[in-house]
Structure formats: C-alpha cells, structure tokens
C-alpha cells in the first residue's frame, strides 16, 4: 500500500517543501537569463568599448616597419645604399646611377606621431560616442522594464491559468454530482429523461472546458519561461490579488533620457563632419634605420615635423549636411518622444483606474454568483427549481471566477504598464 501510495504523495511533499518562485525572483532571472537582454548587454559593451576607443584619439600613434627588400630601380637603389650609409664616388657613375646592380638590405623604423588640433573632431568625436554609450545603456535599462512589465503580464497570467484550472475542477466535481443526482431522480421518475441528458451534456461541456483549461496553463507556462529563459517553476510564491498602488513622484524614464543623450550625440557627430573641413596640425617624431645585413655596418637617422594640413572636399560639404540634418531629426524625434511619454502617463493612470473598478465589480459579481449557486443547489435538491436555474447558476458562476482572474491579471498588468510610463521600477525591482 505505501509502495502504491508514494508516487503520488511525492509531487505533493515537493510542492510543499518548495518555496515557489516569487514574481521578483522571476524578473531578476529574466534579466540574467533573457537572450534579447543578453543581446543588449553586448551593444552596451560595444558602445562602451567605441567610446573608449574616440577618448584615445586624443593620444599619440606608435608605427613600427621592418623588412628586407631588394630592389635595381634606380632611385630606390641609390636611396638604399645613402642610408645605409655606403654611398662611393663610383656610384655617382652615370652608368651606375642609371643601371644600377641589384641592392639589398634590412631596413626598420618608428614613428610617433601626436595630433595638436584637428578641427575640434577629436573632442566632438569624444562627446557623441560618450552620449551613444549612455544612450545604449540607458536603452538597455528601459529594455530590462519592459521585460519586466511582461514577465508580470506572464507571470500572474500563469497563476490565474493554474486558479482557472482549479476551478473548472471545481466545475467539473459539481457537474459529475449534478449528473449522478438527476439520472438517479429520472430512475425513480421524478425527472424526466431530457433532464437526465441535459445533466450529462453539462458534464461533457465541463470537461472540455477542463481541457481548455489546462491548455492555456500549459501556453501560460510556456510564455512564462520563454522570458524566464528557462523552464517555469512549479511553484509561484506572490500572489495574483492586487498590490496596493505605488505611491510618489514619477521617476526619470530612460528611455527619454537615452533620447536625450542620442540628440546630443547626433549634434556632436555634426560638430565633428564639420571639423573636417577645418586644417589640421599635428608632430611627427622618427627614428630610423638601414643595414646590408644583418650585424653589419649602416646608418641610422631621427627626424621631427610639425606641419598643418588642410583639404576641401565637395562631398565632405554634403556630409556635414546630412549630419546637421541627422541632429535636427534627432531633436525633433526627442520632442516627440516626450509627447507620448506625457500622453503614456496620462493613459495609464486612467487604465489602472478603471481596472481597479472592474477588480472591485468583478468581486461582488463573484461573491453572488457563488452564493446564488449554493441557494440553486439546495432548492434544487429541494424539488423547488427546475434544472434550466441549477445550470444557469454554474455557468454565471463560472462566468465571475473568469472576470475575476482576467481583471486581477489586467489590474497588475496596468500598474507595470504605469511604472513604465512613471519611469518608476516595474514592481519595485531594481
């Protein structure tokens, strides 16, 4: 007997001793877990790595050469052997200058360059990739809140499918009596056979109607752990009734911010195109030198620049346009942006307020459906009811527990939506 008994009290002592996963745990793990965050993490790092990579612009470059190389071209070979400083006065010989032997040598040298100005590009190149990292990561912040806000609309959606389950168990117990108690009243003639069928049609539909239940658990459960990025837990701590509302001042929302730094970023990136039409200046520092081979004598030499350079280009004119219009469509976009998170905040509160209302209709409904089904069944039983008003009850009964769970869902799903819109941390997560 026990050997047949501990399969199945198992999954019910794990189920007790398991805590669940509350709705706080969930975000975090989707927020380590989720492959779209994971994706941003890596375009966070990108910027970051691109706005590191413009603040060394402001540092010198080291270039480094070293080879061999063989050559009877005529001023090359002239120049090869003047460095490595065996230059005869037989080889100023028209006959040598012009059809030279092949040369050969070993040649290295280092050259240290330092930009001084560049137009102001370095520093507006400096600027816009610093506000580009800012924007990704604030980005990515408004990401992990929208996930957030779904992983609550998937979340609570899972444990109202699991509570719809459990009722239309429920439904399906009171059908079976239901049936059973009407075939035995059609047996002694008391009902008649029509009802008897009716019973058991209404058994059948409550069935189906389990069936579909846990169809939509398991489509619940699977949305949940797609977010997750992993398998749903059995176990969901936090319970689905609502959450009293967030009291305070709305927040910073970031995705305003990372519009913000975008626009700045768009106008640095303008002040840099147009920083290349201005001259540049910069210092050169070298060092250098060629052998015959390796070991023997040669030359070696230093040599220090300072010059300026400047060029002009036409399509370089058009870039600087295009970029200047890049920056107005940024700040026009920014503006944009604003009006709908104002817009947003306006449409949550409003959202959150008439789910509040359907809460509250939907538990009064609830309470005199369920109370309307006790007194049905007992004046059934009675003989004072036909069987058309026992049944109403069930399906108005089974009508309130699904307004019920749809508008506790809707309620905890409109109060994420409005954090988003506040800029405030979806369920307080930070």
Known sequence: MVKQLFPVLLPAVLAAQDPGLTLPQAIRQ???????????DAQVEQARAEAAAARAGRLPTLQADAGWRRTDEPLMAFGMKLDQARITAADFDPARLNGPDPVSGLGASLALRQPIYAGGRIDAGITAARDLAGAAEARQARRRQEVAAAVVQAYFGSEAAAQGVAYAQDALDHARALETFVEARAAQGLLLKADALRAKAFRAQAEADLAGAR??????RNGLALLLGGPAPAVLATPLEAAPRAEGPAGSRSDLEA??????????????????????????LGWGTARPTFGTGGATWTNLAVGARWTFSFAQTRKVQAARAAARAAEEGLRWQQAQADRDRADATAAVDAAEARVKAAAESLAAADEARRLTEARFQAGLLPLTDRLDAEARLTGARALQLSSLVELRAAEARQALADGRPVEGVQ
């Open 30 to 40: 989707a927020w380590e877990r989720q492959p779209g965050l994971l994706a941003g």
């Open 215 to 220: 169809q939509r658990q398991a489509e619940a």
């Open 259 to 284: 519009a913000r730094l975008e626009a700045r970023a768009a106008a640095a990136a303008a002040k840099a195109e147009g920083g290349s039409l201005k001259p540049e200046l910069g210092v050169e």
